[in-house]
Structure formats: C-alpha cells, structure tokens
C-alpha cells in the first residue's frame, strides 16, 4: 500500500521546536504537533494494518507551549493536519510559520463496506474515480479551546473547500481564543474559498494580507471576489478591533506558484513566478515575529511560504 511506503512521523515534540520535518499522517488520524501528539480514531483493524502505534493523549505542559513554534515544515495527507484536543488549559500561544502544507492527496476516512457503498459514488463521465475525502488544515477533537495561533507566511494547498467555508482553509473557524491569520497563500483546487468566520468576538481575530485562490473555478470569478464581505456587517464589526478589517488587503489571484498541479501526484514547487501577485502584497508584521527568511524578503513582505528568490528548503530526515 502506497501510504506505508512513506515515514509516519509521531510527533510528541515537548522540549523543542519543529523545524524542517517532513510529516505524514496516516489515512485515520489526527496529528496534534502543537500539543498532544498523535491521536488515532478507532479502527483498532486499521491501525493494525497500517502498524501504526496509538500514542495516547498526554497530559499537557504548559511551559512548553508558552515557545512552540513550528517552522519550516512540510504537512502532507494528514485527516487534520492541526488539531487540538483534550480539555487542558491554554497555553500563551504557538507561531506557524513559513510551512508547506500540500493537502491535495486523498485520505480515507473510510473503507469502503461493500461494492456499491453510497459513500463512494461513482465518478462523473470523464473522471477518474477517486476517495471522496481529502485532509483538512485544522480541526479538534472534543470542542476544546484551542491554543492562540499566530498563522502566518504559510503556503496551503488544499482539494476541497473548507468546513463550512471558513475562512482561510477554515482558521477562520473554531476562533475560540487569539488567532492571527496574516500573509498566506492559501489554494483550493476546486470550489471557491471561503469566506465565514465564526469567532463569538471580533477581538478574538486579526486577518489580513493573504492570497486566496481556486485552481479550478478562480477564473471564473468575475468582480471583486471580496465584495459581498467587504459590504458586510461582519467586516464592519471587525475594524473595532482591527482597523482596516479583515481581510482588508487580501488577494483573490492565481499566485503563480512555480509547479503546482490538480493531480496530488504532481510535484508541488511553492516557489513564487516572477509576476506573481504574491510578490510585495503582503501587510508588514511586528519585527518581534519569528521569521528566518524575513531579511530575504525585498520590499513589502510577498505572501506565502518562500519570498520571491528564496531557494525551496528541503524538509524530511
Ligand atoms: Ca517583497
């Protein structure tokens, strides 16, 4: 099976940061690098199966988490590729950073029961049939606060559009504590990007300068992507608390990534194009923000995971 030919990295990262991992899930579970480690739903089969260990939640510490930072990273077909779990008390905060997160393969959820499972129908004439499901880029476990998330000079790839079309490949959603949500490039094969938020106060989220895209259908988008939001009470409401509002710089654009393709199986080449609208189109952040690759950054800050001219860094052991 494809899936076991790849390193299944369990992460219980307590007493360091994580830097230039190439980390996988497997096709059932949730990696939680931010504090719990690794949970795996179920499916004692499966998990047999694929020899996977079940690491149990652990008990939280705190003073860890007060530095977590993941940077640098490379996030493949993970069912919940940030996930939080577990009824522990918040720490101060985790910053994600300059990652790759290429959620274009499929994982199942699922085994299909029988030959004609209604969970799997068949493709449309033309198509290739194909898992209905692929990763999502953040989710819980149990409706736990989760930890105050500075998100920010990421590069996001993913299939489908987000759970109920959060905002931001769905960090927009589940804003049940600070979150900063600034310079992404975030790509959706197919469906148009999402636009909700969810967060019960606006002083709970801080969004802007990220670039959003559909490969499929941003083409057909005609007028302001954002005009409908930028009309909205919403938006209104979130200049309180940020002043230009959320999403007030934000790019609807094909960011001209240098290889990126439908097919999962495709290279993934996150490396910004000359002319791409990612270039210099991002909101400037606080200097106290970690970030390695910011002194290579010409100008305004570029959006997304690697500025323009910046070389590909080379994650997995
Ligand atoms: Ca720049």
Known sequence: MELLSQPL????????????????????????????????????????RLKLKVFPVEEPCCDCIASRQLFDQ?????LATLGFHGSYKPGSGVWIYRNVIDL???VPYIWPAKTDDPNFPPPKPGEPRRWPWTGRMCGD?????????????NTVVVRDPAFRDYYA??????VNSRRWIFNN?????????????????????????????????GASVKGNFFAA??????????????????????????????????DWR??????????????DSGVSLPEDWPDPVRKQDRGKPDIGALPLGAEAFKAGR
């Not at 096709?27 to 719990?36: E, G, I, K, R």
């Not at 490379?74 to 993970?78: D, R």
């Not at 080449?269 to 990612?278: C, F, H, K, N, Y």
């Open 9 to 48: 990295i369990l992460l219980g990262c307590r007493d360091r940061d994580l830097k230039r991992e190439q980390v996988y899930a497997s096709p059932d579970s949730m990696v939680c690098p931010l504090h719990t480690g690794f949970v795996v739903h179920g499916k004692p089969q499966l998990e047999h």
């Open 74 to 78: 490379c996030f493949s077909q993970a």
């Open 104 to 106: 274009r393969r499929p």
């Open 141 to 153: 476990h149990g409706s736990p606060i989760w930890e105050p998330i500075h998100f920010y000079h």
């Open 169 to 174: 490949a769905g960090w927009g959603g589940h």
């Open 185 to 217: 490039v975030l790509v959706q094969l197919e469906g148009k990007p999402g636009l909700q938020f969810d967060p019960p106060s606006e002083a709970l989220l801080s969004a802007d300068g990220n670039l959003l895209w559909s490969l499929r259908d």
């Open 229 to 262: 939001f930028r009309r909205s009470d919403r938006f209104t409401r979130s200049k309180k608390h940020y002043p230009p509002g959320w999403g007030a710089s934000d790019r609807f654009a094909d960011p001209k990534l240098t290889r990126l393709s439908a």
């Open 266 to 279: 495709g290279p993934l080449d996150v490396r910004l194009q000359e002319g791409s609208p990612a270039i």
